[in-house]
């Protein structure tokens, strides 16, 4: 069954502005993973946050996680055009690990 | 190159043909995984391996067939697959299996095309 739901489905926004992409969950989890996959591609592994941290930094990317709401916040800031491709979250519990649909960023130059 | 190799990255196949996917991880991992991608839905699922013993299988239909001979080398074969069985097939790499992160390290992927 599906655990992470990101919103909004896809984003447009112009190079330099800040993109954020929101996850929700449904149950309790280890942590919470950010995969990025660029068209056709393989994903690849941004940023992790367990579920006892609340935010979490790796360069341009910022996580938040709320676990009382059951949900994270994915912010890319200062946009580039390498940012386009779809972001994915993945939630971590019991040796599982489970992906949303996730939302399709394209950024305009 | 990559952690993890996938091939082909491209398969066209008549619904009665048998063709296999490979992939290799060079990452000294335990854990290996297919997933199917299809447009508009979420990753799913197919099959983990764990120190070469299938330790799930999401209810796949036994027209795909996984094989892992070691631990660095995991296979899918296909036959008599049907046209919505057209999608992109991820294998993904682990430590372990679950572990204290669960973090995926992920192949290109195999576009297949069932005609």
């Known amino acids: 069954s599906q655990q992470g739901e990101e919103d909004p489905q896809a984003l447009s926004i112009q190079e330099g502005e800040n993109a954020t992409m929101n996850c929700s969950y449904k149950t309790s989890i280890n942590n919470l993973q950010w995969y990025r996959q660029n068209s056709g591609r393989g994903l690849v592994h941004l940023i992790l946050?367990?579920?006892?941290?609340r935010e979490k930094h790796s360069g341009r990317l910022r996580v938040t996680l709320d676990t009382s709401k059951k949900s994270s916040s994915l912010l890319i800031t200062a946009s580039r055009a390498a940012d386009t491709a779809s972001y994915f979250c993945?939630?971590?519990?019991?040796?599982?690990?489970?992906f949303g649909k996730g939302t399709r960023l394209h950024i305009l130059p | 190159e990559t952690g993890v190799t996938q091939t082909p990255r491209h398969l066209v196949m008549g619904m009665t043909n048998k063709k296999s996917l490979k992939c290799e991880q060079h990452l000294g991992h335990n854990a290996m995984y297919w997933y199917k991608q299809s447009a508009k839905k979420p990753l799913e699922l197919m099959f983990v391996?764990?120190?070469?013993?299938?330790?799930e299988n999401n209810s796949v239909p036994s027209r795909f067939s996984p094989e892992c001979p070691n631990s660095s080398h995991l296979f899918l074969h296909l036959h008599t697959l049907q046209p919505e069985d057209s999608a992109l097939y991820l294998c993904?790499?682990?430590?372990?299996?679950?572990?204290?992160?669960?973090?995926?390290?992920f192949g290109e992927g195999s576009r297949l095309t069932v005609l």
């Open positions: 993904a790499s682990s430590q372990f299996l679950g572990g204290d992160t669960g973090e995926l390290f």
């Open positions: 946050i367990r579920s006892n941290e």
């Open positions: 391996y764990n120190f070469k013993e299938q330790t």
């Open positions: 993945a939630t971590y519990r019991d040796d599982k690990i489970i």
